[in-house]
């Protein structure tokens, strides 16, 4: 199947400074890429959709300028968590399709996940 | 609103035992339901659902999506404890986005 490849996997700051996670396509392009947040013992949260080319979807109650979404390539979206805080320690997933999600060959394939941890 | 409920939210069996586990949705637009697998990382794959009655089969897996009633079930028979994870059920609702239920916590006790 497809793989989606995300970095890091792991990874532990200080508050205030700024994390980047990378999640990357491997064998083929998706345009569209969704950005998920998991806190312990619950379900995936739908923050963002990532739009090649153009600026990020963003669901309700998210903040855009906390968590900055770039896709600058077909096979790269990345997500800035700015001026981290302790609350915004998560497990954090991406997502791409080989087509559109929810179609016919659609289905999603997610990334490792980045757990982070901001002391 | 749209929304995703699975039941049970845990579950414990013996290994050997079959489980159903359960998906009901509420939505405009439905597109399809996927079910996948969540051991200690990123969810893993395991079913996409468009057509209601219609069943797929992995193994010792097994699904089913029933669009009148709205609900999807999940079967493992003859579980193992490799089965042991959290199963999430996700539905798209029209657009490419998915809304994922709370998830069944799966527990095979060998």
């Known amino acids: 199947g497809a793989v989606v490849s995300q970095h890091p996997s792991r990874v532990i700051c200080k508050s205030g400074t700024s994390v980047k996670i990378e999640c990357r396509s491997l064998d083929f392009q998706a345009t569209t890429m969704f950005w998920y947040r998991q806190f312990p013992k619950q379900s995936l949260m739908l923050m963002a959709t990532?739009?090649?080319?153009?600026?990020?979807?963003?669901e309700q109650g998210v903040e855009k300028d906390k968590f900055l979404i770039n896709h600058a390539s077909l096979t790269l979206s990345t997500l800035t968590v700015t001026s981290a805080h302790p609350e915004d320690s998560s497990f954090y997933i991406c997502?791409?399709?080989?087509?559109?999600?929810?179609?016919?060959?659609?289905?999603?394939?997610f990334g490792e996940g980045s757990r982070l941890t901001v002391l | 609103e749209d929304k995703v409920v699975q039941s049970p939210l845990s579950l414990v069996v013996h290994e050997g035992d079959t489980v159903t586990l359960n998906c009901s949705y509420e939505v405009t637009n439905f597109r399809s339901l996927l079910w996948y697998k969540q051991e200690k990382k990123a969810p893993t794959f395991l079913f996409m659902l468009?057509?209601?009655?219609i069943e797929k089969k992995s193994g010792r897996l097994s699904s089913i999506l029933d669009k009148k009633e709205l609900f999807s079930i999940l079967n493992i028979t003859a579980t193992q404890t490799g089965d042991s994870a959290v199963y999430l059920c996700a539905v798209t609702f029209g657009n490419e986005k998915l809304t994922f239920g709370t998830g069944t916590r799966l527990t095979i006790i060998p």
């Open positions: 468009t057509s209601s009655g």
């Open positions: 990532s739009n090649e080319g153009s600026k990020a979807t963003y």
């Open positions: 997502s791409a399709s080989v087509g559109v999600a929810g179609g016919p060959g659609g289905e999603l394939f």
